[in-house]
Each structure stands twice: as C-alpha cells, then as structure tokens.
C-alpha cells in the first residue's frame, strides 16, 4: 500500500533555531496536513493545505510556521524560532478528497532543548 | 480542544473476547467520524470509519456504532487479538478533514 513518508524520525534542535520538517505525500493525493502530538496529549490539528494554498489553520499554527510544496512531491513544516513547547511528534497526513481516510506518515520527533 | 471524548485511558481484554471502545463527542456538526490504530513509534493508521447518515458500519472484525442522539460511538473488535494492542483513536470531522482526535485507549489483548 502507497505509504506517507516522513523524514528525519527524530529531529534535535536548540531554541531559536529554524527547523524544516520534511514529508512526501502519497502521490495522487490532493490535501495535505499536518497534525502534532505533544507526549501525553491529544493528536493536534494544525494546518491543512490545498491547491498550493493554506485551507485551514488551528489557533496552534502562529508567525513561527509556515507550510510549502517547493515541488511536485514534497510537502514541509518550517518553524522558523522554535521553542520549547514545540517539543512533539509531528505527523504529516494526506488524502485525495475530503471524507476519504486520511494517511498519516511515521511523525518526526522533534526535540527542542 | 474538549469535542471528543474518550473517557477509558485503557482496556484490557482477553483474547478472542470482545473489546468495545467508547468516545463522545460535543460537536452536533460532526459529520464524519474515524477510528485509527496508532503503534509505538509509528504514525495513526485508519481503521474504519461511518458517516452521519449511518448509525452502523463493519469491516472485517471491527464494527463501528454511532448513535447520534447521544453524540457517542463505538468501536467493537471481535474477536480479540493480541495484534490489537494498541492505542485507538477515535476522530471526528465536519466534512473539510480537520480531524479532532480523542485522547486514546490503550488497548492490551491477554493470551
């Protein structure tokens, strides 16, 4: 089965650094995500994406991030000065229509020290 | 974000018993609601899923109940299998696939 992939697993960075988080979405699919889960909570929205533009946003998903497709294959999560608090496993997703199952991706563990 | 509900932090169950999965939810919008598996180290996969215009849906072993009045759902896995034990997820929508997820029951299937 065609599989979300997301690289790296795990991501170690200092605060205020910029980090890019990097998925490739199944090929033929249209909507992207993002979603996170900090350790012992809720898997979180946090931005959905279509047609090369920004469709939805959570309240999570402030100036520090931003989302691109630089090319045919690739979907990115930057946070340009991250902090602690951004500390959590980062799920790309992706689907070809709304009201289908959404494909998740490994996540990247990103640590901020 | 406070719209679905899972409310049992963890089941466990016997092998080839059933197991059920409770999750409530606030939002009467709700249209579509999911249920994902999620292993250690690997990322939610889609188990099954019901549209509102449903009140039942069955895949296999898994059976998903959504009784709207009540706002809640149900999973049931019958019969168990220690392959099962896993986090699930119960998720829901309002058509545009801006999943909000429940906290997870840790489900643990005993041989």
């Known amino acids: 089965e065609p599989e979300v992939t997301q690289t790296p697993s795990h991501q170690v960075t200092q605060m205020g650094q910029e980090v890019i988080l990097r998925c490739v979405p199944i090929?033929?699919?249209?909507?992207f995500y993002w979603y996170r889960q900090i350790l012992g909570q809720k898997v979180e929205f946090l931005v959905s994406?279509?047609?090369?533009?920004?469709?939805?946003k959570s309240e999570i998903f402030d100036d520090q991030f931003s989302v691109e497709r630089p090319d045919g294959s690739n979907f990115t999560l930057k946070i340009r000065s991250t902090k602690l608090e951004d500390s959590a496993m980062y799920f790309c997703?992706?689907?070809?229509?709304?009201?289908?199952?959404?494909?998740f991706g490994s996540g990247t563990q990103l640590s901020v020290l | 974000d406070q719209q679905v509900k899972q409310n049992s932090p963890s089941l466990s169950v016997q092998e080839g018993r059933i197991s059920i999965l409770n999750c409530d939810y606030t939002?009467?919008?709700?249209?579509?609601f999911l249920w994902y598996k999620k292993y250690p180290a690997e990322g939610p996969t889609f188990l099954i899923s019901?549209?509102?215009?449903?009140d039942k849906n069955e895949d296999g072993r898994f059976t998903v109940f959504l009784n709207k009045s009540a706002k809640h759902l149900s999973l049931h896995i019958v019969p168990s299998q220690p392959g099962d034990s896993a986090v699930y997820f119960c998720?829901?929508?309002?058509?545009?696939?801006?999943?909000?997820f429940g906290a997870g029951t840790t489900v643990t299937v005993r041989a």
């Open positions: 997703a992706s689907t070809k229509q709304t009201n289908e199952k959404l494909f």
């Open positions: 090929s033929n699919h249209l909507y």
């Open positions: 994406f279509y047609n090369n533009e920004i469709s939805e």
């Open positions: 939002n009467s919008m709700f249209d579509y």
């Open positions: 019901i549209s509102s215009i449903k």
């Open positions: 998720a829901a929508s309002v058509g545009d696939y801006k999943l909000s």
